[in-house]
């Protein structure tokens, strides 16, 4: 993918240009929302507002499924497999990504992503070509096409893009929003410290611990 299209305002500590796995993922949404709350609810001008991610409202979710072709389904895949944000994620995981990437068609000379903007999905080209123009780093711009990605840091930090992404002939793309794939993730992860509280109320130095102090110990381990 091209995975710097995205200017974070800031980022943790060892979260370089390097695969990321979900504790780290969790730890830069975590250190973002000390600025910025997650987004919640959908609004006219950016496609969302803003509004905390509770618990309780994140696993009341159905998980989205859009409907694709089983060889659209393995390109998305194998991008999302080629890229660092998400190699190190499990197959589960993946697959909810997959299911959850809604198809974009885009006419040439679209731009689908331009510099300065906020970043907010991540895209995967099914088919087509895109010029990533770089302007001000790199006078020569980038091309990309079917199989390649783009905007990744979107999905964790509420950042600018870093460069204009433009259609260069009529093109189909697959996209997730910055909600759709916290949620999954917040989803995941809460679905672990469920299935650890339980084991952990069968111990009897654990078993009279109440709910809040148990998910405390959890978080801690």
Known sequence: GVPFLCLPRSLPPGMAAQSLDEAAIM??????????EIPHVR???????SGPMQRESVMAMRPVVNPKSNASRDLIRHALRSSYLFKDLDRSQIEETVDAMEEFRVPVGTVVVKKGDDGDYFY???????????????PIPRIINSGDSFGEIALLLNCKRSATVTAKTD???WRVDRFTFRRMLMQHAVGKSEKY???????????????????RTIDAL
């Open 171 to 173: 093109a189909v793309l």
């Open 124 to 138: 995967v080209i099914e088919t087509g070509v895109f010029e990533v123009d770089r302007t001000g780093e790199n």
């Open 197 to 215: 509280a339980d084991f952990l109320r069968t111990l009897p130095l654990f078993a009279s611990l109440d709910q809040p102090t148990l998910m």
């Open 27 to 36: 730890a830069a949404i975590a250190a973002e929302q000390t600025e910025t």
């Open 43 to 49: 609004s006219r001008r950016a496609g969302y507002s």
